[in-house]
């Protein structure tokens, strides 16, 4: 973690990166409920439904206001690389 704040990436906090949570995941539907619930609930985070671990919510993340680099799920700075 650089420490320096970096810009959210261009898309909901709902919806995570395609890299980090396949649309074709089979947990998919259950991961995101999760995740709503717990950034509507204004929480840290989620259990995750299929393997029971702690993840971090994309308001959690977005409020520390830079990416760790650890791969989160819900990594709010992840975008897709510039194309050219």
Same mark, same amino acid.
């Given at each position: 973690m650089t ?5 959210? #990436? =261009?898309?909901?906090?709902t919806e995570?990166?395609? /890299?980090? $949570? ?10 995101l409920?999760?995740?709503?619930a717990a950034?509507? #609930? =204004?929480?840290?985070g989620y259990?995750d439904?299929? /393997?029971? $671990?702690?993840?971090l919510?994309a ?10 680099g650890r791969?989160?799920r819900h990594?709010p ?5 510039? /194309?050219?």
């Amino acid at each position: 973690m650089t420490g320096e704040r970096k810009p959210l #990436a =261009g898309r909901p906090l709902t919806e995570p990166h395609p /890299s980090r $949570l396949s649309p074709v995941h089979p947990d998919r539907a259950r991961i995101l409920a999760a995740h709503d619930a717990a950034l509507a #609930a =204004g929480e840290a985070g989620y259990l995750d439904p299929a /393997s029971g $671990l702690f993840v971090l919510s994309a308001g959690f993340l977005a409020r520390r206001g830079t990416c760790c680099g650890r791969g989160c799920r819900h990594c709010p700075y992840v975008d897709d690389p510039p /194309s050219g």
